[in-house]
């Protein structure tokens, strides 16, 4: 989902933040000269727009579980609270020429989840319980729910997911990669259990991927990575 233009809008970007007279963490006030934009993105979701000269929220807010990544600056990390938040998030940074790192778990071995300039999406905030169905035998669950979360409610119904055994990895990351684990050779890997997902579209655009609903994507989710396709808001 990102797009080779990185140093323009690098240049841009450091232009922008330094221009900020004020208001570096958003969410109930704007700033009072904002030319990068950052405002009217914060004005527009319930989540927060969270800035590097917002401090220590900042340095917290960027932090992933590889720390040797953690001295990393995107240019912002924005903290949706809704898929409607992600949309608009996206259209944000089509419109900014932005490149987006979604955050689900924060696992990645390799700091997939931040990277200099880019906007992380960190979707630890979207709301949603783990959602077992024993009539279809689905779980449903937001992109960062732990590994051990999911597991706890389906020990609950006699159920289980082939998964890693990390904990606290985030289902997104894990099952958009693929997610291999003890049970991989009896019931396959994670991905292979993804019945479908809804996802936010570089552009904003949210649809759903599965067998009958957009396949060819719904194919792709499965082991394709994450953060190749879009941003999943649930799986
Ligand atoms: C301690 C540890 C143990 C592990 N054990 C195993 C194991 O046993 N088996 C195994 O298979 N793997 C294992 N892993 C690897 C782990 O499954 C991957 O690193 C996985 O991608 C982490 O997912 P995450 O959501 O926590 O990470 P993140 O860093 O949040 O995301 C990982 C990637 O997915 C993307 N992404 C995250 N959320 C979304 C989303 N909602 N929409 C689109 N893209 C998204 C990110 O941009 C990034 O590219 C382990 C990792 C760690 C750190």
Partial sequence: MTEPRGVSRQTFLRGAIGALAAGAVFGSSRASADPSGWG?????????????????????????????????????VVTPSSAVDVQKAMEFAAAHNLKVAPRGGGHSYVGASTANGTMVLDLRQLPGDIDYDAATGHVTV???????????????????IPTGTCPTVGAAGHALGGGLGAQSRHAGLMSDQ?????VVLPG??????????????????RGGGGGNFGVTTAL
């Fill in 40 to 76: 009217d993105l914060a004005a527009a979701i319930k989540g927060q727009v969270i800035l590097p000269d917002s401090g220590g929220q900042f340095s917290s807010a960027k932090s992933v579980f590889n720390t040797n990544f953690n001295g990393l600056t995107p240019a912002a």
């Fill in 142 to 160: 937001t992109p960062a729910t732990g590994l051990y979360a999911i597991h706890q409610t389906l020990a609950g119904a006699g159920r289980g």
């Fill in 194 to 198: 993804l019945v479908s997902a809804t």
């Fill in 204 to 221: 904003g655009t949210g649809v759903t991927a599965s067998a009958t609903e957009n396949p060819d994507l719904y194919w792709a989710l």
